[in-house]
């Protein structure tokens, strides 16, 4: 694996883009990010209140409002920010982690996006995974009978994160006992994943991408060699016969896909689990009326998201709110605020089971061609997840309640102890 230098020519040219607003025009209020960490709902709650758009840096704004947040998703005017440009806007140092991150199809767009995310469009279409319920449950059911009942465990481990990473496995074809591997690179490769890159652990997160990039490699250069009958092995054949991207590259994706498909729904579940189980008249209910299941899941991805924020970038100036913000502007679509935002939703700060104002298309996955590839199949895996667990045990009672931290990009999620009765 190879050095990869970028250099400041994107923060020379957005600062140099900033140059040309007017001196006189109002200027979003500079926010402290750190400021965010702590509290981030109420932090937002208070500055959407009085401000559309806050500033970061010079380069960087985070937009609050939901109407703004949902019409910028998809305005023409903005793009989704690139690889090379998240890299430099986070100031991530040279080496695999800015590499993987300069290559992955999330962070693309046009035809480059197209052809990356094609490779896998098929295989996660809403159909395939809708026709992997089955599959999903009986893995979960398998973990909750396993789980020990009247003693204290650590949920996350025994449950949380095994029903993504080893439905994982078997969609990509990977060897379920190594779930835990993998699984275990990318809790530290996903912090690369956020609006305030945490300098503090770039060596642990270089070096779990460089294990993560190492073992996916390994398994793709297997299947060109001898062939199975497993989606890598199609993905191997397909990408021999019409090498639109190099071998490289290839595995950034699959490895992106590792990262997508193990890590948010693993948080997810647990905050959906704990959210519950806090509240013993929702747990009855669901197990009484289990057709409420999807809708507890897509509240609890609305009142604590494992995803907090969207990335674009302007390509023509935007009136947000009272500022006008220029061409090349790096906006942060805060989709954690807009979730609480009350022009979007009734009561923000309830959580609701029964709720009806959720909008069609769920904002936690974004929208338009970047919407997320595995929506689907989290929605499968966190609602079997759930429904073998309301059926496999009476009571499930929180003795440490897990904390989302972060308020951009992947979230970190911290321990979860619970008895299971």
């Not at 078997?170 to 993998?182: H, K, M, N, R, S």
């Not at 309301?390 to 999620?413: C, H, N, W, Y």
């Amino acid at each position: 694996m190879t050095d990869y230098a970028y250099s400041d020519s994107l923060g020379d040219a957005l600062a140099g883009a900033l140059s040309h607003v007017r001196r006189d025009a109002p200027k979003p209020p500079v926010v402290d990010p750190q400021s965010l960490m702590d509290d981030p709902h109420a932090r937002f709650a208070a500055l959407r209140a009085r401000h559309a758009v806050v500033q970061f840096r010079e380069s960087q704004y985070l937009v609050l409002r939901a109407a703004d947040v949902m019409s910028l998703i998809s305005d023409a005017r903005t793009r989704q920010v690139e690889g090379a440009e998240f890299v430099g806007v986070n100031r991530i140092p040279y080496g695999i982690t800015a590499r993987f991150l300069s290559e992955l199809f999330l962070f693309s767009n046009g035809h480059d996006h197209r052809t990356k995310r094609g490779l896998f469009a098929r295989t996660f279409a809403h159909r395939a995974m809708r026709d992997l319920r089955a599959p999903v449950r009986r893995v979960a059911d398998g973990i909750v009978a396993d789980l020990p009942r009247g003693e204290s465990i650590d949920f996350i481990q025994a449950m949380a994160a095994r029903v993504p990473a080893e439905m994982t496995a078997a969609i990509l074809g990977l060897p379920v006992e190594d779930a835990p591997y993998f699984a275990s690179r990318v809790y530290d490769v996903a912090r690369a994943f956020t609006t305030v890159y945490p300098e503090q652990h770039h060596e642990v997160i270089e070096n779990a991408t460089g294990e993560l990039f190492d073992y996916v490699e390994d398994q793709l250069i297997a299947r060109l060699d001898t062939p199975r009958d497993d989606f890598l092995s199609a993905l191997a054949a397909d990408w021999r016969a019409d090498p639109v991207i190099s071998l490289e590259s290839l595995v950034f994706q699959v490895a992106g896909l590792v990262v997508g498909g193990s890590d948010t729904t693993r948080a997810a579940f647990a905050m959906l689990v704990s959210l519950l189980a806090q509240r013993p008249a929702d747990w009855a209910v669901l197990r009484a009326l289990p057709d409420l299941i999807p809708g507890a899941v897509a509240e609890a991805l609305r009142y604590e998201p494992s995803v907090g924020s969207i990335p674009r970038r302007t390509t023509a100036p935007v009136q947000i709110g009272e500022f006008a913000l220029p061409a090349g502007s790096v906006l942060t679509l805060s989709t954690m605020s807009a979730m609480r935002d009350p022009d979007l939703y009734a009561e923000p700060d309830r959580f609701n089971i029964r709720r009806t104002d959720h909008p069609r298309l769920h904002t936690v996955f974004g929208l338009g061609p970047h919407r997320c590839i595995g929506e689907m199949l989290a929605r499968v895996e966190l609602e079997e997840g759930l429904a073998a667990l309301l059926d496999g045990v009476s009571a499930v009672e929180v003795e440490t309640a897990p904390k989302m931290t972060g308020f951009g990009g992947i979230r970190q999620i911290s321990p979860m102890r619970v008895r299971l009765r």
